[in-house]
């Protein structure tokens, strides 16, 4: 189990960009695959981005590839997200999640953060 925190969310306008952070407590963060998700009111929780490990690899959702990029300091703990040209429908709250796998399905992810809030607006 890891402790997640993110931080960053806010209200920015659309073709925008912003960056959330998620802070993992521990010293295994480097053993976890890492992944963010987003959920929308009304809508299931879904896969944003993945990264691996060393954070060589990485995978993205078909509606924000192009757009966003994952990354991970494995000496600071961290992983970030970086949105640009956010889109009204990229409005959710973002998670951060950890997996002993690689996946991209909620079940796969064992420990979660509470979530920051983003929401862009026209």
């Known amino acids: 189990q890891v402790q997640l925190v993110e931080s960053g969310g806010g209200l920015v306008q659309a073709e925008h960009s912003l960056t959330v952070s998620c802070a993992a407590s521990?010293?295994?963060?480097?053993?976890?695959?890492m992944g963010w998700f987003r959920q929308a009111p009304g809508k299931e929780r879904e896969f944003v981005a993945g990264i691996s490990l060393s954070g060589a690899t990485t995978f993205y959702a078909d509606s924000v590839k192009g757009r966003f990029t994952i990354s991970r300091d494995n000496v600071k703990n961290t992983v970030y997200l970086q949105m640009n040209r956010l889109k009204l429908e990229d409005t959710a709250v973002y998670y951060c999640a950890a997996s002993n796998r690689v996946g991209r399905n909620p079940t796969d992810f064992g420990s979660w953060g509470r979530g920051t809030q983003v929401t862009v607006s026209s």
């Open positions: 521990g010293s295994t963060f480097r053993s976890f695959f």
